[in-house]
């Protein structure tokens, strides 16, 4: 803790500037960062709607550089598995879930 921490002149805001401040920042996270829920992949139940994402858009960013290309054989898996399961019978459509729960892990 700093020496002068509870003798320091500190500017605190009027409720006004405060409520501005606070708008400000929500504005600038808004524009920054992006909510998206998140969701474990355990089971084929989990993945049959992936099957029918057709705006799905895999993000690499933040995966570790070691882990890429397994990152990429996923990302290939659930474009090509995408692109078939319309033509796929609702039993077949859950033996390609089976598969791609088998591929995550």
């Known amino acids: 803790m700093k020496e ?17 401040i606070q708008k400000q920042s929500a504005e600038d996270f808004q524009r920054t960062h992006r909510a ?34 397994d990152f990429a054989t996923l990302k290939q898996a659930l474009v ?5 399961s319309g033509d796929l019978s609702a039993t077949e459509q859950l033996e390609a879930a089976e ?3 088998k591929l995550v892990r």
């Open 36 to 69: 998206v829920s998140v969701a474990p992949l355990n089971a084929p139940r989990d993945i049959l709607p992936l099957f029918r994402c057709y705006a799905l858009i895999p993000d690499e960013q933040c995966v570790a550089d070691e882990h890429l290309h």
């Open 4 to 20: 002068n921490a509870f003798t320091d002149e500190l500017y605190i805001p009027s409720p006004e500037e405060a409520v501005h």
């Open 80 to 84: 090509d598995y995408g692109d078939i």
């Open 99 to 101: 598969e791609f729960v």
